[in-house]
């Protein structure tokens, strides 16, 4: 005698199975068609990212590197943030960051947020993390949209005196720039040496000089026109690196800037070098 029942419950288990597979590949091929998932990338399951994730927060370059060996991929996200960026904001000789980089983590992969490896770099002064990235490629000129994060990673490394400048930034920030107003010399010069330009500007008509020299960083100003910055510039409101240098006071960049040679038919600002806002 036929079990019908039993007959009924396989059937009914297998159209389940077919269903979920149809399920799974739609979901892969959406992921794929939509640039998400890499369909040569080596197949990966959610634990080794998740190991990767965490041997990077540990610091331990010995760990990510075994699993980049075995199958991790190097351009992991999580919570929207790309395993390049953890690494170059962990500190440290760079070790990790450059074994990203030479299992194919691209250099410029943004966050969710429009963050870069290179900019959390500056942000935090990992000069080294900022030559690794360049020398892979990772593009000096790149913007950035997203002011008030950058401003959260510079103060979760106590670089409050930038907080206000970076919270309330109206966003297409170099790197340049921000290095300028972290004050991060080395980031400055590592940047110019390959290929930043020092008169890009932001939303509000800045340039990386005139953020210099309104926090009163002289031998970043001195850099920057060194590399062909601009001193006569002026932003949307009117203001030149040297006014804004006088309505900030703060440091001493007034005699670099009226020093330094101007292009042919350009006149020195007027003023005295000394000249000061009144407190």
Same mark, same amino acid.
């Given at each position: 005698?036929?079990?019908?029942?039993a007959?009924?419950?396989?059937?009914?288990?297998?159209?389940?199975?077919?269903v979920?597979?149809?399920?799974?590949?739609?979901?892969? !091929?959406?992921?794929?068609? /939509?640039?998400?998932?890499?369909?040569?990338?080596?197949?990966?399951?959610?634990?080794?990212?998740?190991?990767?994730?965490?041997?990077?927060?540990?610091?331990?370059?010995?760990?990510?590197?075994?699993?980049? $060996?075995?199958?991790?991929?190097?351009?992991?996200?999580?919570?929207? $943030?790309?395993?390049l960026?953890?690494?170059?904001?962990?500190?440290?000789?760079?070790?990790?960051?450059?074994?990203?980089?030479?299992?194919?983590?691209? +250099?410029?992969?943004?966050?969710?947020?429009?963050?870069?490896?290179?900019?959390?770099?500056?942000?935090?002064?990992?000069?080294?993390?900022?030559?690794?990235?360049?020398? @892979?490629?990772?593009?000096?000129?790149?913007?950035?949209?997203?002011?008030?994060?950058?401003?959260?990673?510079a +103060?979760?490394?106590?670089?409050? *005196?930038?907080?206000?400048?970076?919270?309330?930034? %109206?966003?297409?920030?170099?790197?340049?720039?921000?290095?300028?107003?972290?004050?991060?010399?080395?980031?400055?010069?590592?940047?110019?040496?390959?290929?930043? #330009?020092?008169? *890009?500007?932001?939303? !509000?008509?800045?340039? +990386?000089?005139?953020?210099?020299? @309104?926090?009163?960083?002289?031998?970043?100003?001195?850099? *920057?026109?060194? +590399?062909?910055?601009d001193?006569?510039? %002026?932003?949307?409101?009117?203001?030149?690196?040297?006014?804004?240098?006088?309505?900030s006071?703060?440091? #001493?960049?007034?005699?670099?800037?009226?020093h330094?040679?101007?292009?042919?038919?350009?006149?020195?600002?007027?003023?005295r /070098?000394?000249?000061r806002?009144?407190?």
């Amino acid at each position: 005698m036929i079990n019908w029942r039993a007959g009924l419950i396989a059937a009914r288990r297998v159209a389940a199975r077919r269903v979920a597979a149809g399920v799974a590949w739609a979901a892969a !091929s959406i992921a794929v068609l /939509s640039g998400c998932v890499n369909p040569n990338a080596p197949p990966q399951t959610e634990s080794a990212g998740e190991r990767l994730v965490a041997a990077i927060k540990a610091k331990d370059a010995r760990a990510v590197h075994s699993l980049l $060996e075995h199958g991790a991929r190097a351009d992991t996200v999580q919570d929207g $943030e790309p395993v390049l960026i953890r690494a170059a904001t962990v500190g440290g000789d760079g070790e990790i960051l450059r074994d990203l980089l030479a299992h194919g983590a691209k +250099a410029d992969a943004p966050s969710a947020n429009g963050t870069t490896a290179l900019e959390a770099a500056v942000t935090i002064g990992n000069t080294v993390c900022v030559r690794e990235l360049l020398r @892979y490629g990772a593009d000096p000129n790149l913007r950035n949209t997203n002011g008030p994060e950058v401003a959260i990673r510079a +103060a979760t490394v106590g670089r409050h *005196l930038v907080w206000h400048d970076l919270l309330f930034c %109206k966003g297409t920030w170099t790197p340049l720039m921000v290095a300028s107003i972290v004050g991060d010399t080395a980031a400055v010069r590592e940047l110019l040496r390959r290929g930043a #330009d020092p008169n *890009l500007r932001d939303k !509000s008509g800045r340039t +990386a000089l005139m953020e210099a020299a @309104y926090d009163g960083r002289a031998g970043i100003v001195r850099d *920057l026109l060194a +590399a062909g910055a601009d001193p006569d510039a %002026k932003d949307n409101n009117g203001d030149t690196a040297r006014a804004l240098f006088i309505k900030s006071g703060r440091g #001493d960049v007034a005699g670099v800037l009226d020093h330094w040679p101007r292009r042919p038919g350009r006149r020195p600002p007027a003023g005295r /070098s000394d000249e000061r806002k009144p407190r």
